[in-house]
């Protein structure tokens, strides 16, 4: 008889879920925290719309920048770990089957059942190196993070969050309102998208990140205002 799967996992082990999830919460918050401290400054709307856009442009790059060289930086340890194993696998075989086999013993099985499944596991040089890795490493040699996919998903997402905020302003806008008001929408719904991927509720990642947003909004916007009335 056949046994049914009735249920699947997310994926939770790629590279593009936390720089894109990280990219558009900082974009938007980073940027419309920007933009309400040179509003508290009373800055025209020219010092307005250039300080969102180098706030996105740099912002996007220098974040695409620390995600590329932090996942190639993970990944290049990885590879050279797997490789650690790789040599031991090769030039020392059985005590790498000994430190598998104690390792199951270590999680329950009958110690010449954990002998006989290491065994097995053996036998196949590239599937005791994922095995191995597996275990004691905690990763998939063949499912390493892309440090391209980490950097693209980072630029992208801040540049989107980034983005909303300067809208308004873009278009015309003459006060901080309308961009509020897409900053609000933007927090809430990127929080309570972030909950799709988390065991939290749509409402509470939504206002989480909400609060957050508009503490760093407001903060910069006093700052604003305090270095224009001392600048006046």
Excluded: C
């Amino acid at each position: 008889m056949k046994t049914e799967i009735h249920h699947e996992h997310r994926d939770v082990t790629g590279g593009w879920l936390r720089p894109t999830v990280f990219g558009a919460m900082d974009g938007l918050v980073s940027n419309f925290a920007l933009i309400a401290g040179v509003v508290g400054g009373k800055a025209g709307h020219q010092t307005i719309l250039l300080t969102g856009l180098a706030g996105l442009a740099a912002g996007a790059f220098s974040m695409a920048a620390g995600e590329y060289i932090s996942v190639a930086s993970q990944s290049e340890l990885a590879e050279a770990e797997i490789e650690v194993e790789r040599h031991e696998l090769l030039h020392n075989a059985h005590a790498e089957e000994a430190e598998l086999a104690m390792l199951y013993e270590s999680r329950g099985l009958a110690p010449e059942l954990a002998l006989e499944v290491a065994r097995q596991l053996s036998q196949n040089p590239e599937e005791a190196l994922e095995i191995h890795a597996r275990e004691e490493l905690g990763i998939d040699p063949g499912n390493l993070p892309s440090p391209v996919v980490a950097a693209g998903s980072s630029f992208l997402s801040f540049g989107i969050g980034a983005l909303l905020p300067l809208l308004p302003y873009l278009l015309g806008a003459s006060n901080l309102w309308p961009s509020g008001i897409l900053a609000v929408l933007g927090l809430f719904g990127a929080g309570a998208l972030v909950s799709r991927v988390t065991a939290r509720s749509w409402w509470f990642s939504g206002v989480r990140q909400l609060v957050v947003g508009i503490a760093a909004a407001a903060i910069t916007f006093g700052v604003g205002a305090l270095v224009g009335a001392a600048g006046a």
